[in-house]
């Protein structure tokens, strides 16, 4: 296997609702966790290239065209080319089929070329059992098997399956064993085109910067898990915020800050609802069997995420530690919360239910009850603070949750918290020039800001936002991209912040300013690539990716800017 280490941007992305797999260019699977997102990896040649495993296509003489899903589905077909001719390989994990896995089908090809296939289980903590059964079956670890079109040969820690040319091809890496092999991966490909076609199906969006929202909502029901509605906020952990230092961290669980903007870009795209509730329904269900609403993440099981753990691996572009797990899922944090408010809010209005409305009820008491209390703030900071956004978004999530109370003494005892919580702000968290501050004291001013208006806290033209504004351009921008403010960490030295961006690009919609608009969604837009992933972070000189993959926060703020975009530009 050739020791080439991926790059971030060239990345592909498959997967069941369940797990995912990515892939580069050359056809080579370099992440790869079975079961579940945040199961152990047996392929991870993303954050070690020696060390990781890998599932790796050899063939001299070709080279990489073209990419594309099938239709809406989660079908990935690469296109390679050489000098005799071309070849398609086609990699899909079966969506509600009758077994988990990989399946790859590659059409005869101009010349012969070699599938490796080297696992390395449990994060290359154990070393794989390798066994051939068959000619054309091996086991890994007696739990998985792989199933091939040509037969198999075992060497050291490596599978290799050799195709000559002018033959088609085809192979399984299967949780359970087959019977029928080839039937299954027929079966399999015509229902997993189907079911991803119905899934699909829930969301309708037509207009401006189309293709992108139709590839960002592909990426959001990727990162959905199925069997309750749980979605990760990223599909990876520990690709570096900033390459070489040790801001790396584990985002296969659910965040309850990604609630409001996942579920209003959902349902304002055009979703007849089904997503958006299934999400709010995990995040109530877990938050129900806590003493307290204070977790701010969730592992797919409902469980507060564990305590993180280093795994020895080199890391992405030599980027340490390679962790799993999230040290940050003690803190209080207001934001969180108050963020499932207003999805729930959100999911209200729009559908006409109340679903959940005890456990929203814990979470407005929680927060009546613990505002005026230091928190971690939006960036999860060490050091508590009375962070503006933290308290902003607390006094709104009060202010439109009381609308769905029946009980007169509780919808005033939310709206007094709000009010009270609006004139803290407006004492403590203004800058000596009259900006938003961080927090309270503070002199500095932070991109989440920009969200106060979008919010619906402030309009987008007050002394207050246009000073804060004018402060983010000169001192957080650059080539039309804006980093965060961190207390703990000089923001100048990570990339900028997408999500962050796309606020700003929401803001000057509210602003009318579609030079504006339009200019800050193109710099964000190069951070896409052609399947459309995008990172948590970039570069704003080198175009480097930097953070994990794919951002479900970016790509809910990229719906959230275009969808307000279409209605104050398109819609006249």
């Known amino acids: 296997m050739d020791e080439i280490e991926p790059r971030v941007q060239d990345l592909a992305m498959i997967g069941d609702r369940r797990s995912c797999a990515f892939l580069d260019k050359g056809g080579n699977i370099v992440w790869y966790c079975p079961k579940r997102f945040d199961e152990p990896s047996v392929f991870a040649s993303l954050l070690d290239a020696k060390q990781g ?9 070709m080279h990489f065209e073209k990419r594309a899903y099938v239709e809406d589905s989660a079908i990935l077909q690469t296109t390679f080319r050489g000098e005799k001719g071309s070849c398609v390989l086609e990699d899909w994990m079966p969506l509600y089929a009758s077994f988990f896995g990989i399946c790859r089908k590659l059409t005869k090809a101009p010349s012969s070329y070699t599938f490796k296939l080297s696992p390395r289980p449990n994060y290359n903590r154990r070393q794989a059992v390798l066994k ?14 792989l199933y091939a ?51 699909a199906g ?26 309750n509605g749980g979605l990760i906020a990223a599909a990876t952990t ?13 985002y296969r669980y659910v965040w309850l800050r990604d609630a409001a903007m996942i579920v209003s870009a959902l349902a304002r795209a055009g979703s007849d609802g089904e997503e958006e509730r299934l999400f709010l329904s995990f995040i109530c269900s877990a938050m129900h069997r806590l003493s307290e609403p204070i977790v701010p993440m969730f592992t797919l099981d409902y469980q507060p995420a564990g305590t993180e753990q280093e795994l020895d691996f080199s890391g992405y572009r030599c980027s340490k530690p390679v962790i799993y797990g999230n040290g940050a899922n003690h803190q209080l944090q207001l934001d969180a919360n108050s963020n499932v408010l207003i999805a729930a809010k959100v999911i209200y209005n729009r559908y006409d239910t109340k ?13 009546v009850d613990h505002w005026d209390k230091p928190d971690h703030g939006m960036w999860e900071e060490t050091c508590r603070h009375h962070y503006t956004s933290s308290k902003v978004v607390a006094s709104i999530s009060l202010k439109y949750i009381a609308e769905h109370s029946d009980d007169k003494e509780e919808q005033e005892r939310w709206l007094n918290a709000s009010e009270q919580i609006k004139a803290f702000v407006h004492k403590n968290c203004l800058t000596s020039d009259g900006a938003y501050a961080v927090y309270a004291g503070s002199e500095d001013v932070d991109v989440s800001a920009v969200l106060f208006p979008i919010w619906g806290y402030t309009d987008a033209d007050t002394p207050i936002m246009l000073k804060t504004i004018e402060k983010l351009e000169k001192n957080y921008c650059q080539n039309k991209l804006y980093r965060r403010h961190l207390v703990e960490y000089d923001s100048q030295k990570e990339g900028a912040f997408l999500a962050g961006t796309c606020w700003v690009a929401q803001y000057w919609v509210m602003r009318k300013n579609r030079k504006k608009v339009e200019e800050t969604l193109q710099a964000v837009l190069r951070y896409m690539n052609d399947t459309g992933l995008m990172p948590e972070e970039g570069d704003p000189e080198t175009g480097e990716w930097l953070g994990n993959i794919p951002q479900a926060f970016v790509h809910a703020s990229l719906i959230g800017v275009v969808i307000d975009y279409r209605s104050m530009f398109e819609e006249k």
């Not at 520990?238 to 584990?250: F, I």
């Not at 959940?356 to 927060?367: K, L």
């Open 132 to 145: 051939l059964k068959q000619a054309q079956h091996a086991t890994i670890d007696f739990d998985f098997h």
């Open 53 to 61: 495993g890998e599932w790796h296509l050899e063939m001299e003489g």
């Open 355 to 367: 679903e959940h409305w005890e456990t929203v009820q814990r979470i407005a008491n929680f927060i």
């Open 238 to 250: 520990s690709l570096p915020e900033v390459l070489g230092g040790n801001r790396n961290y584990d």
């Open 202 to 227: 829930h969301i309708t969006y037509k207009g401006p910067y189309e293709d992108e929202v139709r590839k960002s909502l592909r990426l959001l029901r990727m990162l959905t898990y199925a069997q």
């Open 149 to 199: 079109s040509h037969p198999l040969q075992i060497e050291e820690e490596t599978i290799s399956c050799h195709v000559p040319a002018g033959e088609e091809a085809w192979l399984i890496f299967s949780e359970t064993e087959l019977d029928d092999p080839l039937k299954r991966l027929e079966e399999s490909r015509k229902l997993t085109l189907k079911n991803w076609g119905e899934v």
